[in-house]
């Protein structure tokens, strides 16, 4: 094993359990997994187009990141980050405006390793190891403390992660409580998994994750809206991941294929 690799494991990880972290490193293409990451993974493929799928949540992220910048936003707050690959939040937005600040947070720890090696001679951004449904301790984090300023409007990020909170968790309060955080201005971007496109593929893609480190739950529009609150929705609204604000006009095939919906909402 090569110096390199040594550090993206950090001692303790259990290679033989799946997390989604390192799934969706592999299906983006990513080398941060191991065998029992491909071996779910290559599972999913067989009920969901789970290529198409992490395809789209990542470029749906590109294009909310491009977009919160255009609204003057400068800091953001990127909750279940996940490993990072090619387009990361503070890649796009430092490009766009190099005093950009970035915070991630993942309670996966090759996620967490990866993004601080990635991430060493960064002063605008830094990764923690947090569970997002802490929402007091990831705001009391000495880093969050350093780079971002809750008193002034911040881009909170939560794609692709709500749907690894069970209902027990109550995923609709912890939302409530980063949105009460937040300055007026400030944006929440979601996406999820959901039922609403292929139940039967979904409802399959529940049993393939069922013993991995991160169990499923997809919801439905309405479940998944309630995550915004008060907070105005960004036109068109919550769509499938390819229906927001696209680059290029959407084939009927992304937008079939997606079955991840998105939405940004804004403070008033």
Known sequence: ????????????????????????DYLLGGGHNFSADRGLA???LKVLPARDMAR????????VVRYLISQGITQFLDLGSGIPTVGNVHEVAQKINPAARVVYVDNEAVAVAHSELLLR??????????????????FNNPEVRRLLDFSQPLGLL?????????????????AEE???KLASGSYLALS?????????????AIEVF??????????????????FGDFDLVDPGLVYTPEWRPDRPVSPSDASRSNLYAGVGVKR
């Open 192 to 204: 999820a998994f959901t039922f609403d496109n292929a139940p039967e593929g979904m409802q399959a």
């Open 121 to 138: 001679d960064n002063q605008n951004a830094a990764a923690i190891m947090a569970d997002m449904r802490a929402p007091v301790t990831i």
């Open 210 to 227: 069922k013993n991995s480190r991160d169990p499923i739950y997809p919801r439905t529009h309405a479940d998944l809206l309630r995550m």
């Open 158 to 174: 939560m794609v692709g992660v709500v749907q690894f909170v069970p209902d027990d968790d109550d995923p609709w309060r912890m």
């Open 56 to 63: 789209l949540n990542r470029q749906y992220l590109d294009r």
């Open 42 to 44: 290559e599972n999913l």
């Open 1 to 24: 094993m090569t110096e390199a690799a040594i550090e993206w494991v950090p001692t303790g990880v259990d290679e033989e359990v799946p997390s989604a972290a390192r799934v969706y």
């Open 178 to 180: 980063y949105r009460n």
